[in-house]
Nanobody
């Protein structure tokens, strides 16, 4: 059974930074794609960043390019999302997710999900 547990959410003022972490267990994740998604009230869930665990290939949504950085720690089976220059529109619940193939980074493609962590950015 795959388990993904997020941590690191919280409240921050606009321009600040937060770092989210996702601890993964239950599988050998070397063949997985790990993604960070977010969902704001009334909006669809969207992928903001993804990393291919085996080769480090990354994907970023245009809205976060240059501000967010996704990284993985193979030894610890963790995936992190460093979020800098945060904006009010980054406010959302952030989810860690795992997929077995590099696709189009759509929610339905991902097989496993964490419980989510709230990020609130005040302007």
């Amino acid at each position: 059974q795959v388990q993904l547990v997020e941590s690191g959410g919280g409240s921050v003022q606009a321009g600040g930074s937060l770092r989210l972490s996702c601890a993964a267990s239950g599988r050998t994740f070397s063949r997985y794609v790990m993604g960070w998604f977010r969902q704001a009230p009334g909006k669809e869930r969207e992928c903001v960043a993804a990393v291919n665990w085996s080769d480090g290939r990354t994907y970023y949504a245009d809205s976060v390019k240059g501000r967010f950085t996704i990284s993985r720690d193979n030894a610890k089976n963790t995936v992190s999302l460093q979020m800098n220059s945060l904006k009010a529109e980054d406010t959302a619940v952030y989810y860690c997710a795992a997929d077995t193939a590099w696709g189009n980074h759509l929610p339905y493609e991902y097989d496993y999900w964490g419980q989510g962590t709230q990020v609130t950015v005040s302007s």
